[in-house]
């Protein structure tokens, strides 16, 4: 100290700074406002199909929300998901997880040619997962958050990483989903936050028929009704659909707790979460006010929204959502 004039250390002091701001950019650069002067009517632009795609079919928005998820869980939110098969690699799309599964594709497709429309070359597919996800929230009734911005758009998919269980299946165990969030950076607490986005949208038959069957921490009348259209010979009826919220399964709230309370979860990866086991308060915290459900909500969706973006110079802005740029 003796040895330092008070101006070098005011030198030292921005060098430190500067150096630990360069260490950072990597993970620090999304932004709410990246976008503001380079495409000032984008925000408005996408939540305007998104409005008139779930006036049209109200399931859409939970088809939107739930692919930004399966986006960013496979090699970060990338906008790999949305990426066709080529004769380099097999895509995202028909992997177990995805198949016959993901939707809401056109609706991705119709935001990005508008905004090229508007502001060309400049808007990646993979922000606009992410402002469809939070758009379609708000749209159903639920809270707003500002989403940050400034991901770029992968050249490739990784058919093998979307099925490697980092999407964890439907059957998983408790500590599954936990350590599946967590490898991504996300607590419990998100994951049991996040879960709630099954208040709204549909699951396929074959998901859910184990549980609904032979499972016992089920309500018996619950699961018999769920059976009607849920026969067991398995492979008939494997497609049909039923709501994961029975309550309201086109608006979000926090039902979706509520049910699980009353042992009404559809999905085994569910009800687990109100099972006896490390997550009840949570659930039980949710189920009692819906205020502290959106803001943990709210506050996950921006974490699972800073999963391993690629900024800066990394991946490109794609012209087309469903294909890399030539
Ligand atoms: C905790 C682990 C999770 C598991 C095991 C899981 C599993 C599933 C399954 C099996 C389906 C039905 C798929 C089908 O029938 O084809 C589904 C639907 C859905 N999931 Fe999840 N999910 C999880 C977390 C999430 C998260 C974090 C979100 C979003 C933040 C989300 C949003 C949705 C939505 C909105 C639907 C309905 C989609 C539609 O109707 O098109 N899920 N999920
Ligand atoms: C995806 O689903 C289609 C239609 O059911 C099926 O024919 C195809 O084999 C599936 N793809 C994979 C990779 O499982
Ligand atoms: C329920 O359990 C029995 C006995 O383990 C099994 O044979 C049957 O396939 C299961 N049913 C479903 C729908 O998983």
């Not at 991504?184 to 049991?192: I, N, Q």
Request: aromatic share 8%.
């Amino acid at each position: 100290m003796a040895s330092s004039s008070p101006s070098s250390m005011v030198i030292n002091v921005s060098f430190v700074l500067f150096v630990f701001l360069l260490m950072n950019s990597s993970s620090a650069q999304l932004s709410t406002n990246f976008y503001s002067k380079t495409c000032p009517k984008l925000l408005d632009t996408a939540k305007s199909v998104v409005k008139y795609a779930v006036s049209k079919e109200r399931r859409m928005g939970a088809s939107l929300l739930r692919l930004h998820f399966h986006d960013c869980f496979v090699n970060g939110c990338d906008g790999s998901i949305l990426l066709d098969d080529t004769s380099s690699f097999t895509g995202e799309k028909t992997a177990g997880p995805n198949n016959n599964s993901v939707r809401g594709f056109n609706v991705i497709n119709d935001i990005k040619s508008k905004v090229e429309g508007i502001c060309p070359g400049v808007v990646s597919c993979a922000d606009i997962v992410a402002i469809a996800a939070r758009d379609s929230v708000e749209v159903l009734g639920g809270p707003t958050w500002e989403v940050k911005l400034g991901r770029r758009d992968s050249k490739t998919a990784s058919f093998s990483a979307a099925n490697s269980g980092v999407i964890p299946p439907p059957s998983s165990t408790l500590d599954n989903l936990i350590n599946r969030f967590q490898a991504v950076g996300l607590s419990t607490k998100d994951m049991v936050a996040l879960s709630g986005a099954h208040t709204i949208g549909q699951a396929r038959c074959l998901l859910f028929r184990t549980r609904i069957y032979n499972e016992t921490n089920i309500d018996s009348s619950f699961a018999k009704k769920k059976q009607g259209s849920c026969p067991f010979p398995s492979g008939s009826g494997d497609n049909n659909l039923a709501p994961l919220d029975l309550e309201s399964p086109t608006v979000f709230d926090n039902e979706y707790y509520k049910n699980l309370i009353n042992q009404k979860g559809l999905l085994h990866s569910d009800q687990i979460l109100h099972n006896g086991g490390s997550t009840d308060s949570l659930v039980e915290k949710y189920s009692q006010s819906s205020n502290t459900f959106n803001s943990d909500f709210t506050a996950a969706m921006v974490k699972m929204g800073d999963i391993s973006p690629l900024t800066g110079s990394k991946g490109e802005i794609r012209k087309k959502c469903w294909k890399v740029n030539s």
